[in-house]
């Protein structure tokens, strides 16, 4: 306006006046209200809105801060947040730097651990098909615990007590910043182990924590531990808490132990009573077995009673067998003067003058056959001046003329050796097929 010597306020002078002021007259302030909007940027920090009723006001957690919420903040959990009011100038905005916050009372606990349950018994990781049955006797079974507290040292005792059993511990947080993904990677670090390496592989997890507050159980309802449980091909006990103490860790397990020291129970038999079950059993199976004996004899007996006895049995055939070898005696008497009979009418018969006799009738049958065959000889009759004819190449005897005129050379065989001959026609030209008028010899 005319004569107003006020000079004016730049945007950014006016939002630092704003700043200060909010801060130096609210300073910390913790506030309760409902989450919404909840996000997590990719830098870690957290951006989210608390709202009642009738009103709302932005927040901001930097990522430290985030990083030790002992719960995974979601949409619609009551909490209280406390923090720093202050302005945001680049969009007019004032707003509540959180540094700590909690659930607003076991109300808005419940509420989230019973929003988490639905979602993840929605995906299945309850269902009892999904169970696997425990190993009878384990041989090696680990252990997700603290190592400095007394469920440790109940379970290693009660171990001790009922089967002594080799133990791998796995050592993780149990409550507080972080100890919802040491619990998930010690479950997968387990099961992850191969048969046969420098670590044995467990036959059976127990993941264990003592009793507490359900704040202080809220590391086993975390998504990452219900979910590291329900991957695990090893059979796993959860043992959390004391009897009335549940979390989602019970229900992804395969089997719930109502405490450490139960589970430890659960996990083996005892010793003592598997021996004397052993000890029983073998007595029963001798005293079975000596009253198999004992009635096995008992019908022995009873046949030997109803059998006849040996002497009648065998009496005939001892009367038998006594005829049999005498009259096999007589039978071979009979038959040694039978032979010797035989005997003597081939002596009798076997003369030498039969003998030559016989031999000189044979030997004229010889002489005989000798004589017809030099008679019978092919050439014999070239002694008298006949000649046999054979073809050239073929050799074979040629013995009629038509055979003769079908060849083109011929040999003929004397007594003193052979001549070998051709057949030609008049005028000098061999012959061969049809006979010539009149064939010379050459």
């Known amino acids: 306006m005319p004569g107003d010597n006020a000079p004016p306020l730049s945007v950014s002078e006016l939002s630092g006046k704003l700043k200060r002021m909010v801060e130096g007259e609210f300073g910390h302030v913790r506030l309760r209200g409902e989450i919404s909007g909840y996000k997590r940027a990719a830098s870690g920090h957290v951006y989210l809105c608390l709202k009642d009723a009738d009103a709302v006001i932005d927040g901001v957690m930097w990522r430290g801060a985030a990083a030790a919420l002992p719960f995974s903040p979601q949409d619609g959990i009551e909490v209280v947040a406390t923090g720093k009011l202050t302005t945001y100038p680049g969009r007019s905005k004032y707003q509540i730097v959180i540094d700590r916050m909690e659930l607003a009372g076991e109300g ?16 299945g990781l309850f269902a009892a098909e999904r169970k696997k049955k425990l190993p009878y006797l384990p041989r090696t079974i680990g252990v997700v615990t603290s190592p400095t507290g007394a469920v440790i040292r109940d379970i290693l005792h009660r171990l001790d007590d009922r089967f002594p059993t080799h133990v791998v511990l796995w050592p993780v947080q149990v409550q507080g910043e972080g100890a919802a993904r040491q619990i998930a990677a010690a479950i997968r670090g387990f099961d992850a182990l191969s048969p046969g390496g420098p670590v044995a592989r467990p036959d059976l997890l127990i993941v264990a924590r003592g009793g507490g507050s359900i704040e202080d159980l809220w590391a086993f309802n975390e998504e990452i531990v219900v979910r590291a449980i329900a ?3 090893i059979p796993l006990i959860s043992a959390v808490g004391h009897e009335t103490d549940t979390s989602l860790s019970d229900f992804a397990a395969d ?23 052993v000890a029983t059993l073998a007595l029963r199976s001798e005293r079975c077995a000596r009253r198999y004996h ?14 006849p006895r040996r002497d009648a049995l065998l009496g005939p055939q001892r009367q038998r067998v006594d005829e049999v070898g005498a009259r096999l005696d007589r039978a071979l008497e009979r038959r040694i003067v039978q032979a010797r009979s035989e005997l003597t009418h081939a002596a009798a018969v076997l003369r030498p003058a039969l ?7 044979a030997q004229q049958r010889l002489d005989a056959a000798g004589r017809l065959l030099a008679a019978a000889h092919p ?34 065989h004397f007594r003193d050796g052979q001549v070998d001959v051709r057949l030609e026609r008049p005028g000098g030209k061999s012959y061969v097929g049809e006979a010539p008028e009149q064939p010379s010899l050459l």
């Open 255 to 277: 089997l719930r132990a109502p405490t450490p020291t139960a589970a430890a129970e659960i996990a083996v038999p005892v010793r003592a009573e598997l021996t004397n079950q």
């Open 108 to 123: 808005a606990l419940m509420a989230l651990l019973e929003k988490l349950k639905a979602s993840l018994a929605a995906e």
């Open 294 to 307: 004992e009635r096995a004899g008992e019908k022995l007996a009873a046949l030997v009673r109803v059998l």
């Open 379 to 412: 050439e014999r009759p070239l002694e008298r001046g006949y000649a046999w004819v054979a073809g050239r190449p073929s050799g074979r005897v040629v013995a009629t003329a038509e055979a003769a005129r079908a060849v083109a050379a011929l040999t003929l």
């Open 355 to 361: 003998l030559d006799q016989r031999l000189h009738a």
């Open 231 to 233: 991957d695990c091909t």
